[in-house]
């Protein structure tokens, strides 16, 4: 022992540590009984905000264990509706079709938006040509029966250069909202490009390809801005890039809200509720921390309202929804 430290010191430094600890914060395991785990699977898209989300309050929660994984929209709706994750993060609403898988499997769902995001178009900053891409230019790129090869196939003034095109798997959301915007259809576009669900290899790829043109969501775009290049887009009214601005007021063409799934069985277990409430209390923060465009402080409450009151069901499966804000679709059903 070294000289000046006896055992009683030692052991009452010790002790005052402790209870240091307890007090401020540090006794996490005796200030949270939270025990458990939450299992998310789903949108690369929606990834971004989950995983903090999750970090945050596993901080907070040491004995709940979130896994947060990332099979697609499409891909993580198989497993929440087969009844094998808790929530699923979805760049989409549920299709009809997911949903009578989960009826076939005794799973209810609870809808909730998150964000507000906008596919954000991209290209190589080396191409210094291709600025402003229309919906029209769009669709002969990606259509199914496309025979645009060359950038100069789409548009004569761009260059006669081969166009290389990547984009979301076929189980993303993205995907799905993409092509349905662009080709009138979801699922309805042409084969050849390179896809993957996990978007930094989108960007990593594009960042290395000067004749690269793709798709993701605004957060990927914004963590690449130095490395990639987001074209305008024209859908008729003059060209628009994707922005905070633009997306949370409507005029990027792209935008869209985005959400999480939450089991109805599972919203009952304590530690699922609390990452829920969790999640809708800090999401303003934490949304515009990962480059995400936070949803109106009036949304967040309908969504924790519409939570708590257990509201299942989709606001966005009917005619009704057309035109209409989250606000307003919110607002009626939770009554």
Not at 28 to 39: E, F, K, R
Not at 83 to 96: H, V
Not at 132 to 139: A, C, S, V
């Amino acid at each position: 022992m070294r000289p000046g430290f006896s055992l009683k010191a030692i052991v009452f430094l010790f002790g005052a540590i402790l209870n240091f600890m307890i007090l401020n914060g540090g006794g996490a395991y005796a200030a949270s009984p939270l025990q458990g785990t939450v299992t998310i699977d789903g949108s690369s898209t929606v990834f971004p905000i989950t995983e903090a989300v999750a970090e945050e309050f596993q901080g907070a929660n040491p004995r709940v264990r979130v896994t947060v994984g990332i099979s697609g929209t499409g891909g993580g709706f198989k497993k929440f509706c087969a009844g094998d994750t808790d929530i699923n993060d979805a760049s989409r609403p549920i299709k009809e079709q997911e949903i009578k898988k989960g009826t076939e499997h005794g799973v209810d769902y609870i809808e909730l938006p998150v964000a507000y995001d906008g596919i954000s178009v991209v290209v190589n900053p080396k191409n210094t040509t291709v600025n402003t891409i229309t919906f029209e230019d769009l669709k002969k790129i990606w259509q199914p029966e496309s025979k645009v090869k060359l950038w100069s196939d789409a548009r004569p003034e761009w260059p006669k250069q081969k166009i290389n095109l990547y984009g979301p798997g076929t189980d993303s959301g993205t995907f799905d909202y993409f092509t349905e915007a662009v080709n009138g259809k979801a699922q309805s576009c042409r084969p050849d490009f390179t896809a993957s669900e996990d978007d930094n290899v989108l960007a990593q790829g594009m960042a290395g390809d000067p004749n690269a043109l793709g798709f993701f969501g605004f957060s990927y775009y914004e963590a690449n801005k130095a490395k990639l290049k987001a074209a305008m887009i024209d859908a008729g009214k003059g060209p628009v890039g994707p922005s905070e601005l633009t997306i949370k007021n409507g005029t990027y063409p792209l935008s869209r809200p985005i959400f999480i799934y939450i089991n109805k069985k599972a919203a009952d277990r304590p530690e699922v509720k609390a990452f829920v409430e969790y999640y809708l209390e800090n999401a303003p923060a934490l949304v515009k921390e990962v480059g995400y465009v936070p949803l109106p402080e009036k949304v967040y409450k309908l969504a924790l309202e519409r939570f708590q009151k257990r509201v299942t069901g989709s606001i966005f499966n009917g005619k009704e929804a057309a035109g209409k804000s989250l606000e307003e679709l919110m607002g009626k059903v939770n009554k």
